[in-house]
């Protein structure tokens, strides 16, 4: 049982352009929701995360969009950079004490010069 | 400051053998998680240590992989007689504390596992 899917898997943009890609989830007992960049050979790196209270935050050309009611969250990258080409994962956790992440399959997002 | 180092960065087994994955956390964090990344694939949830208690241990995927954090601080992913199926980068990664407004993890850049 897939919790969080993840899409498209792979994304193309020109350099300038809005990256976008989207994930659902399934247990409404999720209260956490990060994004992760993965470059290769290397660890995810936390990027951006929402909490549930909110509908949208942004943070420099990153922005999370948050819709509760259909249980779908999007990370928006506004003039994309060839330095943003990397793998980008979506994840949730829920208040259980200690977080443990439910992590998407990933997103390797490749933008062009 | 220095972040989660894991060692080694690469190693190959012949099945069969047993192989032993090491992780150095930040200093001072609480939580450590182990998660196993196949090819391709988003990481997946392996185990849990609040400090040298390891809390949960389910998302080991047998009986052959064990995990420990004797002093709080260094954990040590074991894999015994290790198949094919094994091969992945395994992840750990760290916590400040394990309370629930903690949520940022900081991970290492793995082990790639590959078993011949």
């Known amino acids: 049982q897939q919790q969080v899917k993840q899409s498209p898997q792979s994304l193309i943009v020109q350099k300038g352009g809005i990256s976008i890609i989207n994930c659902a989830y399934e247990n409404t007992a999720f209260d956490y929701f990060p994004w992760y960049q993965q470059f290769p050979g290397k660890g995810p790196a936390l990027l951006i995360a929402i909490r549930p209270d909110v509908s949208e935050k942004k943070e420099g050309r990153f922005t999370i969009s948050f819709n509760k009611s259909a249980k779908q969250f999007s990370l928006h990258i506004m003039d994309s950079q060839p330095g943003d080409s990397a793998t980008y994962f979506c994840a949730a956790s829920r208040d259980s004490g200690y977080s443990t992440l439910t992590f998407g399959k990933g997103t390797m997002l490749l933008v062009s010069p | 400051g220095a972040g989660v180092s894991q060692s080694p960065r690469y190693k190959v087994a012949k099945r069969g053998q047993d192989v032993a994955l090491r992780c150095d956390p930040i200093?001072?964090?609480?939580?450590l998680f182990w998660y196993q990344q196949a090819l391709g694939q988003g990481p997946e949830f392996l185990t849990y240590f609040q400090n040298e208690a390891q809390l949960d241990k389910s998302g080991l995927p047998s009986d052959r992989f064990f995990a420990e954090r004797p002093e709080g601080s260094v954990s040590t992913l074991k894999i015994q007689r290790t198949q094919q199926e094994d091969s992945a980068v395994y992840l750990c990664a760290s916590s400040l504390t394990s309370g629930s407004l903690s949520y940022e993890q900081y991970f290492g850049p793995g082990t790639r596992l590959t078993v011949t």
């Open positions: 200093s001072g964090h609480v939580s």
